[in-house]
């Protein structure tokens, strides 16, 4: 069992105990087996977005229960020194799969993914994202948590790959889920393949409640059960929150907590 640091009240760390995988490579790792590498085509395709060399662009996507149609990408290729920072946000009541891949093709790039998946009643969500490290210098970041209520089903699979000859490639990965229900299900599937000798990289997943004890530290403080709760749950995703553009991150904050107030009352 993991605690995951999720927020600070009144002096206390609030602890959220989780069940824990994770894996890291740091540096050189000594003798890697190459010939398992088999290099899939860079992603095309109507759904791909392609970032230039030298680009930075920032985008939220929202993915609600209300109808409007929301137009993912399926991949993004990413130039040399451009930068791509990605925040998906799921909303109670939507069933969605959200497959992406990433190809970094220029070196010095770099990649940021974040995301906050919120369900209830029976919804099922399912990210599928492969990051694929072809060039060497390049960083990747991804942070996505999630809530999953009642019925319903989370499913995170996550995979990394480093090429033979991306060397001083920088992939970390995070995922971490809370369940708030006995019938609530979540799978959560890391990979690492890395072909490289000289990286750093690391991931890790971790399932878990919401803590009794921080629990019982803000009911005896006067904070009642359900909002001691709702509490927790909006610490939890906070930090995915970090990633969205300061000029936005108000009004998806307000958008997330009501979401959560949502989620909590079903």
């Known amino acids: 069992m993991k605690a995951l640091n999720s927020s600070n009240m009144g002096g206390r760390s609030m602890n959220i105990q989780m069940r824990e995988s994770e894996g890291a490579i740091h540096g050189k790792i000594g003798a890697v087996d190459h010939g398992n590498y088999v290099e899939a085509p860079v992603v095309c395709g109507p759904g791909v977005k392609e970032i230039a060399s030298g680009e930075h662009i920032h985008e939220v996507f929202v993915v609600g229960p209300d109808g409007t149609q929301v137009s993912l990408p399926s991949g993004i290729v990413v ?72 019925a319903s089903k989370a499913e995170f699979f996550g995979r990394i790959v480093v090429a033979p000859d991306a060397q001083k490639t920088e992939a970390y990965q995070e995922n971490h889920n809370v369940v708030l229900s006995d019938n609530a299900h979540v799978n959560t599937k890391p990979r690492l393949e890395i072909y490289a000798d000289d990286v750093k990289c690391s991931h890790g997943a971790t399932v878990g409640r919401l803590d ?46 009501d979401a959560i107030r949502q989620l909590s009352s079903v």
């Open 79 to 150: 130039g040399a020194a451009a930068t791509a920072d990605i925040i998906f946000i799921v909303l109670p009541g939507v069933k969605q799969d959200i497959p992406l891949t990433v190809d970094l093709v220029g070196e010095g790039s770099t990649v940021h993914l974040a995301g906050i998946y919120l369900c209830s009643g029976n919804d099922h969500v399912t990210f599928d994202i492969t990051m694929n490290h072809r060039v060497g210098h390049c960083v990747s970041r991804q942070v996505f948590n999630g809530l999953a209520a009642d």
């Open 212 to 257: 009794e004890d921080a629990q019982f530290y803000m009911e005896s403080r006067g904070i009642p059960e359900d909002e001691a709760k709702v509490l927790q749950m909006i610490s939890f995703v906070a930090p995915v929150l970090e990633y969205a553009p300061e000029a936005d991150r108000e009004a998806l904050a307000t958008r997330v907590e």
